[in-house]
């Protein structure tokens, strides 16, 4: 059993790169829709605010395999938009589904910091910008960084998903192996959990260290 375990694991691995790739990309992505979206919910304009809220709404409201499906097969056909190749379909959807969750993220931590921070720099003299950049931010970003560390872990799990758009990750090699070892089935789906498992760890620990810098405190 151990010897057909690395085997399937050999197997399987031949989807690595497509799975660590979109992840990487796609958290990317998200982590810059957040910043833009959590940013533009707290604009003064009450355009820009709005768009943004429909986005996150939607975005959050609808499932990410419905959205998937959307950009893979709606997209191009109703309105001729050409997203590039399905990898990049993939990365779109992810990215938009998880940049509008952590926007939230952003713009309640912006929020969370205490109001005597911005008086102070407004007493400074320091204009919006610099008020952002040199006082809330800087302590916004720890309290952002348990959460961003569990977000990054669900959009890897979140990549199984692109097997349905015929990309080759991880679980598109574990179907097909499935499909042709039938009585391996179970072990070839445990072989996946235990590879998604092995590519998480390294988010994990970052996730432990993010919440461990969270810990020490904001000014208030």
Do not use: C
Not at 4 to 26: D, E, H, K, P, R
Not at 147 to 167: D, M, P, R
């Amino acid at each position: 059993m151990f010897d057909t375990g690395v085997n399937i694991l050999t197997y399987l691995s031949q989807g690595a790169w497509t799975t660590i790739s979109i992840f990487l990309m796609a958290t990317f992505f998200s982590f810059v829709m957040a910043f833009i979206a959590g940013l533009s919910r707290l604009a003064k304009n009450p355009f820009i605010r709005g768009f943004t809220t429909l986005y996150v709404e939607i975005f959050r409201g609808t499932s990410l395999i419905v959205q998937l499906f959307w950009l893979y097969y709606a997209v191009p056909m109703l309105f001729n938009i050409d997203l590039g190749s399905n990898w990049w379909v993939g990365v779109i959807a992810i990215a938009l589904n998880y940049g509008a969750y952590m926007s939230e993220v952003v713009r309640s931590s912006i929020l969370s910091i205490d109001k005597g921070q911005t008086e102070a720099s407004v007493a400074l003299n320091l204009s919006r910008f610099q008020r952002m950049r040199h006082i809330i931010l800087p302590q916004a970003l720890r309290l952002m960084l348990p959460e961003f560390g569990n977000y990054s872990i669900q959009i890897l799990k979140g990549t199984a998903l692109v097997s349905l758009i015929g990309l080759t990750d991880i679980l598109y090699y574990g179907d097909i192996y499935r499909s042709s070892n039938l009585s391996e089935g179970p072990l070839a789906y445990l072989m996946v959990l235990v590879m998604y498992f092995i590519i998480a760890l390294p988010l994990i620990w970052l996730s432990k260290k993010g919440e461990k810098i969270s810990r020490r405190g904001v000014a208030s």
